[in-house]
């Protein structure tokens, strides 16, 4: 399994930035939802927004009502819509392939994308 992500880049407090992931290689039989991640400089990589099969969506606290997650699982793609970006949104932003129930939430399989930068300047 392959993931490949793309989008990051420099924006300004207030701006807005668009990420994508393309997944290949994806055993349905074991996955069935696709995540960001993000991790700062010196922190731990924690859960952004998540993707469920028919299109559920998770977010973290801290990002609701900024940024949005879309996509196909059948088509191993998905997107994070990131608005009115803070300096603390910076950090290397992950994809990850894994499964996701409503009484377990989102748990990562150890695929990931390479990573792409986000950073917010003030």
């Known amino acids: 399994v392959q993931l490949q992500a793309s989008g990051g880049g420099l924006a300004q407090s207030g701006g807005h930035l668009r990420l994508s992931c393309v997944a290949s290689?994806?055993?349905?039989?074991?996955?069935?939802?696709m995540a960001w991640y993000r991790q700062a400089p010196g922190k731990q990589r924690d859960l952004v927004a998540s993707?469920?099969?028919?299109?559920?969506?998770n977010y973290t606290d801290s990002v609701k009502g900024r940024f949005t997650i879309s996509g196909d699982i059948a088509k191993d793609t998905v997107y994070l819509q990131m608005t009115s970006l803070r300096p603390e949104d910076t950090a290397v932003y992950y994809c990850?392939?894994?499964?996701?129930?409503?009484?377990?939430?989102?748990?990562?399989?150890?695929?990931w994308g390479q990573g792409t930068l986000v950073t917010v300047s003030s």
């Open positions: 993707l469920g099969l028919g299109g559920r969506a």
């Open positions: 290689g994806t055993d349905y039989s074991i996955a069935n939802a």
């Open positions: 990850n392939l894994g499964r996701s129930s409503t009484s377990l939430g989102y748990i990562p399989l150890d695929y």
